[in-house]
C-alpha cells in the first residue's frame, strides 16, 4: 500500500477531456441544457418542501408538495395551469406567472447556452446556431417528463401552453446567451432581409436604437413600480388587513410575502400600462384607467390588488400617472442622441436629422415591443366568469407605448440635437477673448506684486553676510518664485550669542565660586585670557560664523573649554 501510495505521482495521469468533433460538443450542449432544467426545478423543489415542512398544519402528503414544485416550475414558462379541486367542482385556469419567477429558468438556459460556446481550452466548440438549438433540446428532454408528471396532481399543466411556451422561452433565452457569447454582435442581417430594408437599418445606427429601446421600456417600468409603490403606501390600511387575513401562521404569511415579492414586476408592468392609458383589467368587463375605473372589478383578497384604485371617475392625482411615457419618451430621445450628437464630438460627425429621426423611430418601435411583450407575460386568467381576464390587454399597450414614445421622442431628439449643434451667440462669444486678456493682465500684475523686495541691510552687516546678499546676482531666477526668511541676521543673532556665553562662563560649575557677571563693556576676566596687553572692548554686534561660539554646547562646560571672544577690531 505504501508503494503504491508512493508511486502514484509518477503514474502516467488521465486526461482531462476527450478530443472529439462536432457530435461532442453538441452533445455536451445537450447536456448543458438537461442539466439547467434539472437545476431550476430543484431549486423550487426545496423551497416548495422546506415550506411544507415548516407548516404547523400541512393539508397534504409530500408527493403533493412535489406536484406543486413541479407545476410551479412550468408556470415559471409561461404555461397555463389548470385547477380542478375548486368549490365549484369546475376546473380553473390559472395563467398569470410571477415574472421574477420566470428568471430563473431564463437565467439558467442563458447560461447553459453562453457555456457551451465557451468550452474549456481542448474542447470542441459547437456553431452558434447548432449550441442553443441543442440546450433548448435538452430542456425540453427534462420538462417533457415533467408535463407528464403534474397531471395526477391538484394543478395540471395545459398541454397545448406547455407545448408552445416551454420550448419557446428555453429557445430565446439560449439564443440570448449565445449572442452573449459571441461579443453581442448586431450584424449583417440575413441576406432574406431586402436590400433598402438592410441599408435604412445600417444608416440609422441600430445599436444605438436597441440602446435606446431598451432604456426606454426600463424607465417604463420604473415608473410603473413607483405608481404601484405610491398607490400601495395610499391604501396601506387595505393592503395590511389583506395580508393579515389569508393566513395566521408565520410560515403561511412567509409564502404570501415571497409571492408578493416574485409578482412585484407583474405589477410594475400594469402599472407603465395604466400610466400608458389603456390601464389594465381587472376581471371581465371591468378595466382601470387614469380617467376612471369603469365596470363592476372582481378583485381577489391579495395585497398588491388592494391598490388598485377605487371605483369612480379619475382626480389629477390619478392624471398624473402620464407622467411615465413622458419621461420614457425623453430617455428615448436622450439615448438617441447620446449617439447622434454627442457632447463633446465634432460636428462633422454628427448625423443628419433624417437620420437622427429614423434612429428615435427605431428606438420607440423597439420600445412598443417590449413593453407589449412584457403586457402579454404579465396577465392572464385566474379563473373562469368573471375571474378570466387579468391584466393589460398587450397590443393595446404596444400601441399606446408607440404612439407616446414616438410622437415625443422624435421632435425632442431633433430639438436637442440642434442644442447641442448650435453656434455661440454673438452676445457672449466675443466677451471671451476679452476676458481672457484682463485675466492675462491680472495675472502679470500679481506676478509683479508678488516678486520679494529685498529689505535694507543694517550698517553694522559682517563681511559673510554681505557675501549672502538676498538681492545679489548669485540666485537664480526660479528664487524669484519663494518668498526669503525674515531679517534674522547674524547682527540681530549675535548679541544673544555672546550674552549666552557669558552666562556658560558665569555659572562656572557647581564646586567653582560664582563670578560676577561682565556687562558688554567691561574688559575680559583673566578666566577669558584677558590682561593689559588685551584690553577690554565692548561685545563685537556681529561676528563671523567662524569667530561665533556654537550656541547649542553642554551647560556643564567649564569655562575653561568656552571659545575666547575676539577683542580687536579686525574680526569685527
Not at 478530443?19 to 426545478?41: D, N, P
Not at 441543442?134 to 403534474?150: E, I, N, S, T
Not at 543694517?458 to 546676482?473: I, K, L, N
Request: net charge negative; proline share 11%; charged share 15%.
Amino acid at each position: 500500500m505504501t508503494q503504491v501510495t508512493e508511486q502514484s505521482p509518477s503514474m502516467p495521469q488521465a486526461p482531462v477531456a476527450v478530443q472529439g468533433g462536432t457530435s461532442v460538443a453538441l452533445v455536451a450542449s445537450f447536456v448543458r441544457g438537461a442539466t439547467a432544467a434539472g437545476l431550476g426545478l430543484g431549486l423550487i423543489a426545496v423551497f416548495v418542501t422546506v415550506m411544507w415542512i415548516s407548516s404547523p398544519f400541512p393539508d397534504s402528503d409530500p408527493g403533493d408538495a412535489l406536484h406543486v414544485a413541479a407545476a410551479l416550475w412550468l408556470l415559471a414558462h409561461g404555461t397555463e395551469l389548470v385547477r380542478a379541486d375548486t368549490l365549484s367542482g369546475a376546473a380553473a385556469p390559472m395563467g398569470v406567472a410571477p415574472l421574477l419567477l420566470a428568471a430563473l429558468p431564463v437565467w439558467l438556459a442563458h447560461r447553459a447556452a453562453r457555456d457551451a460556446l465557451e468550452p474549456d481550452p481542448g474542447r470542441p466548440r459547437p456553431s452558434a446556431w447548432s449550441a442553443p438549438i441543442m440546450v433548448a433540446c435538452g430542456y425540453v428532454m427534462v420538462g417533457a417528463p415533467v408535463v407528464l408528471y403534474v397531471a395526477g396532481g391538484s394543478f395540471a399543466a395545459d398541454p397545448l401552453s406547455a407545448l408552445v411556451h416551454l420550448p419557446l422561452l428555453t429557445l430565446l433565452a439560449a439564443a440570448s446567451g449565445a449572442w452573449t457569447a459571441n461579443g453581442l454582435p448586431l450584424g449583417p442581417l440575413p441576406s432574406w432581409v431586402p436590400q433598402r430594408l438592410r441599408v435604412a437599418l445600417a444608416r440609422s445606427r441600430m445599436s444605438a436604437a436597441l440602446r435606446s429601446a431598451a432604456a426606454g421600456a426600463l424607465a417604463l417600468l420604473v415608473g410603473g413600480a413607483v405608481l404601484v409603490v405610491a398607490s400601495t403606501v395610499w391604501h396601506g390600511r387595505a393592503a395590511q388587513e389583506s395580508f393579515m387575513n389569508l393566513s395566521g401562521e408565520w410560515s403561511g404569511r412567509t409564502a404570501i410575502a415571497l409571492l408578493v415579492l416574485a409578482l412585484v414586476p407583474n405589477a410594475a408592468v400594469w402599472g407603465a400600462s395604466y400610466g400608458l392609458g389603456p390601464g389594465f383589467a381587472v376581471g371581465t368587463g371591468a378595466t382601470a384607467t387614469p380617467l376612471a375605473l369603469t365596470g363592476t372589478p372582481a378583485l381577489p383578497d391579495f395585497p398588491l390588488l388592494a391598490a388598485v384604485p377605487d371605483q369612480g371617475p379619475g382626480t389629477p392625482l390619478h392624471w398624473a400617472a402620464v407622467a411615465v411615457p413622458v419621461v420614457a419618451a425623453a430617455v428615448v430621445a436622450w439615448f438617441t442622441v447620446g449617439a447622434a450628437a454627442p457632447r463633446y464630438g465634432a460636428r462633422e460627425t454628427a448625423w443628419r436629422p433624417g437620420d437622427t429621426a429614423l434612429a428615435a423611430l427605431l428606438g420607440a418601435v423597439g420600445c412598443a415591443g417590449l413593453t407589449a411583450l412584457l403586457a402579454a407575460a404579465s396577465g392572464g386568467p385566474l379563473g373562469t366568469g368573471r375571474l378570466a381576464a387579468f391584466g393589460p390587454v398587450w397590443w393595446l399597450v404596444g400601441l399606446a407605448a408607440l404612439a407616446w414614445t414616438a410622437g415625443l421622442s422624435i421632435p425632442l431628439a431633433l430639438v436637442l440635437r440642434a442644442w447641442r449643434l448650435r453656434t455661440p451667440a454673438q452676445g457672449w462669444w466675443p466677451r471671451l477673448p476679452r476676458r481672457h486678456s484682463a485675466e492675462a493682465a491680472d495675472g502679470s500684475a500679481v506676478e509683479a506684486v508678488a516678486e520679494p523686495v529685498v529689505p535694507e541691510a543694517p550698517a553694522e552687516r559682517s563681511a559673510a553676510s554681505e557675501a549672502v546678499d538676498p538681492g545679489s546676482d548669485l540666485l537664480d531666477d526660479e528664487s524669484e518664485l519663494y518668498d526669503y526668511l525674515p531679517q534674522d541676521t547674524w547682527a540681530e543673532r549675535a548679541p544673544r550669542e555672546d550674552r549666552w556665553t557669558v552666562l556658560k562662563e558665569s555659572s562656572g560649575g557647581p564646586d567653582s565660586p560664582p563670578v560676577p557677571v561682565r556687562g558688554p563693556e567691561t574688559a575680559a576676566g583673566p578666566e577669558s585670557g584677558a590682561g593689559p596687553e588685551h584690553p577690554a572692548g565692548p561685545e563685537p554686534a556681529a561676528a563671523s560664523p567662524a569667530a561665533r561660539p556654537e550656541p547649542d554646547r553642554a551647560a556643564g562646560e567649564t569655562p575653561e573649554s568656552a571659545p575666547e571672544p575676539p577683542a580687536d577690531d579686525e574680526a569685527r
